[in-house]
DNA sequence: ATGCCTCCCCGAGGGAGA
Protein backbone atom coordinates (compact mmCIF):
# COMPACT_ATOMS: atom_id res chain seq x y z
CA UNK A 1 0.00 0.00 0.00
CA UNK A 2 1.53 2.89 -1.11
CA UNK A 3 0.38 6.32 1.31
CA UNK A 4 1.59 9.62 0.72
CA UNK A 5 1.39 12.98 2.38
CA UNK A 6 1.26 16.39 1.00
CA UNK A 7 0.30 19.85 2.08
CA UNK A 8 -1.15 21.26 -1.18
CA UNK A 9 -1.44 24.61 -0.19
CA UNK A 10 -4.97 25.81 -1.35
CA UNK A 11 -7.54 23.03 -3.02
CA UNK A 12 -8.32 25.69 -5.31
CA UNK A 13 -4.76 26.90 -6.46
CA UNK A 14 -3.55 23.57 -6.69
CA UNK A 15 -6.45 21.30 -8.57
CA UNK A 16 -4.43 21.33 -12.10
CA UNK A 17 -1.12 19.85 -10.31
CA UNK A 18 -2.93 17.52 -7.77
CA UNK A 19 -4.87 15.70 -10.39
CA UNK A 20 -2.01 15.35 -12.58
CA UNK A 21 0.10 14.42 -9.72
CA UNK A 22 -2.67 11.50 -8.49
CA UNK A 23 -2.59 10.49 -12.28
CA UNK A 24 0.96 10.03 -12.54
CA UNK A 25 1.49 8.26 -8.79
CA UNK A 26 -1.63 6.58 -8.78
CA UNK A 27 -1.16 6.94 -4.36
CA UNK A 28 -3.60 4.21 -2.76
CA UNK A 29 -3.91 6.83 -0.11
CA UNK A 30 -2.87 10.66 0.03
CA UNK A 31 -3.00 12.54 3.16
CA UNK A 32 -3.87 16.32 2.06
CA UNK A 33 -3.28 19.47 4.19
CA UNK A 34 -4.04 22.79 3.77
CA UNK A 35 -6.85 22.45 1.24
CA UNK A 36 -8.18 26.09 2.98
CA UNK A 37 -11.90 25.22 1.74
CA UNK A 38 -14.91 24.39 3.31
CA UNK A 39 -16.18 20.76 3.03
CA UNK A 40 -19.13 22.11 0.41
CA UNK A 41 -16.28 23.52 -2.06
CA UNK A 42 -14.12 20.73 -1.83
CA UNK A 43 -13.68 19.52 -5.48
CA UNK A 44 -14.89 15.33 -4.00
CA UNK A 45 -15.94 14.58 -8.20
CA UNK A 46 -12.42 15.79 -9.73
CA UNK A 47 -11.09 12.56 -7.76
CA UNK A 48 -14.03 10.17 -7.13
CA UNK A 49 -13.87 10.30 -11.19
CA UNK A 50 -10.89 8.48 -10.54
CA UNK A 51 -11.96 6.10 -8.28
CA UNK A 52 -11.10 7.63 -4.52
CA UNK A 53 -13.20 8.01 -1.76
CA UNK A 54 -12.73 11.07 -0.41
CA UNK A 55 -13.03 12.68 3.47
CA UNK A 56 -12.45 16.29 4.20
CA UNK A 57 -12.52 18.60 7.17
CA UNK A 58 -12.17 22.13 5.88
CA UNK A 59 -13.09 25.40 7.44
CA UNK A 60 -13.04 28.84 5.29
CA UNK A 61 -10.04 30.53 4.15
CA UNK A 62 -7.35 28.27 6.02
CA UNK A 63 -6.17 24.97 7.59
CA UNK A 64 -8.27 21.87 6.53
CA UNK A 65 -7.14 18.60 5.75
CA UNK A 66 -8.46 15.60 3.48
CA UNK A 67 -7.83 11.91 2.88
CA UNK A 68 -8.02 10.14 -0.27
CA UNK A 69 -8.21 6.63 -1.37
CA UNK A 70 -8.58 4.03 -3.22
CA UNK A 71 -10.00 1.63 -0.85
CA UNK A 72 -12.68 2.17 1.44
CA UNK A 73 -12.49 5.15 4.16
CA UNK A 74 -13.99 3.53 7.66
CA UNK A 75 -14.81 4.71 11.05
CA UNK A 76 -13.96 8.58 10.01
CA UNK A 77 -13.15 10.97 12.59
CA UNK A 78 -12.90 14.73 12.22
CA UNK A 79 -10.99 17.15 14.99
CA UNK A 80 -7.78 16.17 17.51
CA UNK A 81 -9.57 14.90 20.84
CA UNK A 82 -8.72 16.83 23.94
CA UNK A 83 -10.58 20.78 23.20
CA UNK A 84 -14.45 21.28 22.62
CA UNK A 85 -13.21 25.21 21.93
CA UNK A 86 -10.94 24.48 19.29
CA UNK A 87 -12.22 25.52 16.12
CA UNK A 88 -9.22 24.44 13.91
CA UNK A 89 -9.63 22.23 11.03
CA UNK A 90 -6.38 20.10 11.48
CA UNK A 91 -7.02 16.36 11.88
CA UNK A 92 -8.71 13.62 10.09
CA UNK A 93 -8.74 10.22 10.64
CA UNK A 94 -9.74 6.43 8.93
CA UNK A 95 -9.37 3.24 8.76
CA UNK A 96 -8.37 1.70 5.20
CA UNK A 97 -8.35 -1.74 4.91
CA UNK A 98 -5.90 -3.93 2.48
CA UNK A 99 -4.05 -6.95 2.93
CA UNK A 100 -4.30 -5.58 6.95
CA UNK A 101 -6.14 -2.55 8.46
CA UNK A 102 -4.07 0.41 8.98
CA UNK A 103 -5.45 3.37 11.38
CA UNK A 104 -4.41 7.03 8.94
CA UNK A 105 -4.24 9.96 11.14
CA UNK A 106 -4.21 12.86 8.89
CA UNK A 107 -2.95 15.83 10.20
CA UNK A 108 -1.72 20.17 10.07
CA UNK A 109 0.47 20.85 13.01
CA UNK A 110 0.29 24.77 14.01
CA UNK A 111 2.80 26.49 12.85
CA UNK A 112 3.37 28.52 16.30
CA UNK A 113 5.19 31.13 15.08
CA UNK A 114 6.32 34.42 16.31
CA UNK A 115 7.79 32.27 19.31
CA UNK A 116 7.11 33.03 22.29
CA UNK A 117 3.38 33.99 21.68
CA UNK A 118 0.55 33.00 22.07
CA UNK A 119 -0.04 31.25 19.09
CA UNK A 120 3.25 29.25 20.49
CA UNK A 121 1.56 28.30 23.07
CA UNK A 122 -1.14 27.12 20.59
CA UNK A 123 1.03 24.52 18.90
CA UNK A 124 2.63 23.47 22.36
CA UNK A 125 -0.55 23.13 23.41
CA UNK A 126 -1.97 21.25 20.23
CA UNK A 127 0.93 18.89 20.40
CA UNK A 128 0.29 18.07 24.01
CA UNK A 129 -3.25 16.69 22.79
CA UNK A 130 -1.16 14.87 20.15
CA UNK A 131 0.82 13.11 22.58
CA UNK A 132 -2.30 12.00 24.27
CA UNK A 133 -3.97 10.94 21.05
CA UNK A 134 -0.30 9.07 19.67
CA UNK A 135 -0.86 7.08 23.56
CA UNK A 136 -4.49 5.97 22.85
CA UNK A 137 -3.25 4.44 19.62
CA UNK A 138 -0.46 2.95 20.96
CA UNK A 139 -2.56 1.09 23.27
CA UNK A 140 -5.18 -0.48 20.14
CA UNK A 141 -1.48 -2.36 19.18
CA UNK A 142 -2.26 -2.14 15.72
CA UNK A 143 -1.26 -0.79 12.48
CA UNK A 144 -1.51 3.13 12.61
CA UNK A 145 0.13 6.03 11.28
CA UNK A 146 0.27 9.76 11.80
CA UNK A 147 1.35 11.53 8.57
CA UNK A 148 1.15 15.31 7.82
CA UNK A 149 2.49 18.80 8.09
CA UNK A 150 4.14 18.49 11.63
CA UNK A 151 5.76 21.64 11.22
CA UNK A 152 8.71 20.80 13.23
CA UNK A 153 12.49 20.59 12.01
CA UNK A 154 13.31 17.33 13.86
CA UNK A 155 17.00 17.89 13.31
CA UNK A 156 19.55 19.95 12.24
CA UNK A 157 20.45 17.68 9.55
CA UNK A 158 16.62 18.39 8.09
CA UNK A 159 18.05 21.94 7.54
CA UNK A 160 20.00 23.88 5.01
CA UNK A 161 20.82 26.96 7.03
CA UNK A 162 19.77 25.30 10.57
CA UNK A 163 21.30 28.62 12.17
CA UNK A 164 18.55 30.65 10.48
CA UNK A 165 15.75 28.38 12.51
CA UNK A 166 17.45 28.49 16.01
CA UNK A 167 14.57 30.94 17.27
CA UNK A 168 12.30 29.92 15.09
CA UNK A 169 8.95 27.66 16.38
CA UNK A 170 9.86 24.98 14.18
CA UNK A 171 12.80 24.72 15.00
CA UNK A 172 13.22 25.52 19.13
CA UNK A 173 13.97 23.20 21.59
CA UNK A 174 10.73 22.79 23.23
CA UNK A 175 8.85 22.24 19.36
CA UNK A 176 11.66 19.57 18.79
CA UNK A 177 11.58 18.03 22.20
CA UNK A 178 7.52 17.64 22.35
CA UNK A 179 8.22 15.81 19.00
CA UNK A 180 10.95 13.41 20.02
CA UNK A 181 8.49 12.98 23.43
CA UNK A 182 5.61 11.27 20.79
CA UNK A 183 8.21 9.35 19.34
CA UNK A 184 9.66 8.17 22.42
CA UNK A 185 6.39 6.08 23.29
CA UNK A 186 7.07 4.04 21.09
CA UNK A 187 6.46 5.76 17.33
CA UNK A 188 9.23 4.94 14.35
CA UNK A 189 9.46 8.77 12.31
CA UNK A 190 9.44 7.01 9.01
CA UNK A 191 11.68 8.65 6.43
CA UNK A 192 15.08 8.48 8.72
CA UNK A 193 14.15 4.61 10.26
CA UNK A 194 14.67 4.49 5.77
CA UNK A 195 17.22 7.38 5.31
CA UNK A 196 20.23 8.85 6.98
CA UNK A 197 21.80 11.78 6.43
CA UNK A 198 21.34 15.35 5.86
CA UNK A 199 20.05 17.52 2.41
CA UNK A 200 16.81 15.89 2.51
CA UNK A 201 13.67 18.66 2.33
CA UNK A 202 9.97 18.87 2.14
CA UNK A 203 9.64 22.60 1.78
CA UNK A 204 10.92 25.06 0.37
CA UNK A 205 10.01 28.97 0.46
CA UNK A 206 8.18 30.78 -1.89
CA UNK A 207 10.96 33.86 -1.55
CA UNK A 208 14.47 34.30 -2.14
CA UNK A 209 14.54 31.34 -4.86
CA UNK A 210 14.89 28.79 -1.98
CA UNK A 211 13.97 25.69 -4.28
CA UNK A 212 17.01 26.81 -6.58
CA UNK A 213 19.46 27.36 -3.58
CA UNK A 214 18.16 23.81 -2.14
CA UNK A 215 17.61 26.03 1.11
CA UNK A 216 14.91 24.08 2.13
CA UNK A 217 13.53 22.01 5.39
CA UNK A 218 12.20 18.85 5.82
CA UNK A 219 8.74 19.22 7.84
CA UNK A 220 6.48 16.66 6.51
CA UNK A 221 6.56 13.21 8.50
CA UNK A 222 5.26 10.06 9.13
CA UNK A 223 5.33 8.46 12.71
CA UNK A 224 4.42 4.74 12.34
CA UNK A 225 3.14 2.33 15.54
CA UNK A 226 5.45 -0.71 16.38
CA UNK A 227 2.36 -2.47 14.37
CA UNK A 228 2.90 -0.46 11.46
CA UNK A 229 6.63 -0.37 11.24
CA UNK A 230 6.57 -3.89 11.28
CA UNK A 231 4.95 -3.04 7.62
CA UNK A 232 7.48 -0.46 6.35
CA UNK A 233 8.94 -1.32 2.99
CA UNK A 234 10.10 2.18 2.26
CA UNK A 235 10.14 6.24 2.64
CA UNK A 236 10.67 8.60 0.34
CA UNK A 237 10.51 12.38 -0.61
CA UNK A 238 9.63 13.73 -4.33
CA UNK A 239 10.96 16.09 -4.33
CA UNK A 240 11.12 16.87 -8.14
CA UNK A 241 7.39 18.15 -7.52
CA UNK A 242 8.65 21.38 -6.11
CA UNK A 243 10.06 22.08 -9.71
CA UNK A 244 6.75 21.78 -11.60
CA UNK A 245 4.23 24.11 -12.74
CA UNK A 246 2.44 26.09 -10.52
CA UNK A 247 3.76 24.59 -7.11
CA UNK A 248 2.81 23.95 -3.79
CA UNK A 249 5.65 24.89 -1.40
CA UNK A 250 5.67 21.62 0.01
CA UNK A 251 6.08 18.24 -1.76
CA UNK A 252 4.57 15.16 -1.05
CA UNK A 253 6.41 12.46 1.02
CA UNK A 254 5.43 8.62 0.59
CA UNK A 255 5.85 5.10 2.62
CA UNK A 256 4.92 1.75 0.99
CA UNK A 257 3.43 -0.86 3.42
CA UNK A 258 2.87 -4.44 3.21
CA UNK A 259 -0.30 -4.14 3.78
C1' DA B 1 14.89 38.60 7.55
C1' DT B 2 10.89 42.99 10.95
C1' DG B 3 8.64 38.04 4.78
C1' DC B 4 12.03 39.35 -0.78
C1' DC B 5 6.09 35.14 -2.54
C1' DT B 6 1.68 32.81 -2.62
C1' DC B 7 -2.64 31.75 -0.93
C1' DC B 8 -6.96 32.94 1.07
C1' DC B 9 -10.64 36.32 2.00
C1' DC B 10 -13.13 39.05 -1.96
C1' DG B 11 -13.37 42.46 -5.54
C1' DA B 12 -8.81 46.58 -1.91
C1' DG B 13 -5.53 45.42 0.85
C1' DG B 14 -4.83 42.52 5.01
C1' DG B 15 -4.10 37.92 7.46
C1' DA B 16 -1.55 33.73 7.31
C1' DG B 17 1.99 30.91 6.18
C1' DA B 18 7.16 29.00 7.72
Redesign the pocket.
Given at each position: MKIATF?I??????ITALSDWIDDTQPDVAIL??I???DE?FPREIFEDKGYNVETHGQ????GVAILSKLPLEDVSRGLPGDDADE?ARWIEATVVGEKAVRICGL???????APGP?YDYKLAWMERLYHRAQDLLKLEEPALMAG?Y?IIPQVEDAE?P??WRD???FRLESRAAFQRIQNLGFTEAFRACQPGSGHYS?W??????WEKNNG?R?DHFLLTPQCADLLNTCWIEADVRGRE?????VPVWVDLAA
Open positions: NNGIKARQEKSINKGFNQYLPNGNPKDNRDADALFDYQAGAIIKPSDH
